[in-house]
Every structure is written in C-alpha cells, then in structure tokens.
C-alpha cells in the first residue's frame, strides 16, 4: 500500500491581517493564550500561521471546522490529532519565513531549515570536529 503524503510550504512574512485574525479564530482558548504569550515577532507570527494553517488544512482533510479539532500532546509537547482523526498523522516545521507541514495517512515527519550564511566556520569547525 503507498502512503498518501500531503505536503504545503507557506510563506510567513507580511500575511494579511485578515488572514491572521482568522487564524486566531480557528485556536484553541490554549494556543490563543501561548500565542499570545511569545514575545518574539517572528516566532510569534509563525506560531499563529503555521497552527492556524495546520488547523485549516486538518479541518479540509477530515471535513470538519479548524476550531473544533482537539489535539493531545505527548511527553515533548508534540501535538497530535486527538480521537475520531480519522488516521490522519501530521508534522510541522519552521523556520525563517516559511513553515511546512506534512499530513499523511501514516507516522510522517517533515524538517525545515533556513539556510545560513556562516561565517565562521573555521573556528566552529576546530570548536566541535575532531582533526
């Protein structure tokens, strides 16, 4: 049987306030309260656009309302879908401007890495790298 994967990369930078109080509508009292709670711009705008797309694109696949969804989270504080889910799994990631979110029928995970321009790398690698 092959995996159905469902993968989205979303820009986060400059969404329309419209958008973002959308968003807001579709969290749980829990995640408005951490939302709000992020002092960081940046962290706190990926926070509300990668749950509030996660929510959306959850609430389309299994055809219910984004604020209606309830998730569990496990020992690390990784969400996931609680009961009546339909056998959807799903993964997230951030970073920079861009988050990514992976739902499949299946145990699915998805990274996300801003590329970095390092310019130290010399000292970093005599810092951690054996000769």
């Excluded at 469902?6 to 930078?13: A, F, G, K, P």
């Excluded at 749980?28 to 959306?56: K, W």
């Excluded at 990514?100 to 790298?129: H, M, N, P, S, Y």
Aim: charged share 15%.
């Amino acid at each position: 049987m092959v995996a159905t994967v469902q993968v989205w990369v979303i820009l986060t930078r400059d969404p329309q306030p419209s958008c973002l109080d959308q968003f807001l509508a579709y969290l749980s009292p829990a995640e408005r309260h951490r939302s709000h709670s992020i002092r960081h711009a940046l962290t706190q705008r990926n926070f509300l656009v990668g749950r509030g797309c996660l929510r959306y694109l959850l609430g389309r696949c299994l055809g219910q309302p984004p604020a209606s969804l309830s998730f569990t989270y496990g020992p690390q504080g990784k969400p996931s879908l609680g009961p009546g889910n339909g056998g959807l799994e799903f993964n997230l990631s951030h970073s920079g401007d861009y988050v990514a979110i992976a739902i499949a029928d299946r145990r699915v995970g998805i990274d996300l890495e801003q590329v970095r321009t390092q310019t130290a790398l010399t000292a970093l690698c005599k810092r951690f790298l054996s000769p």
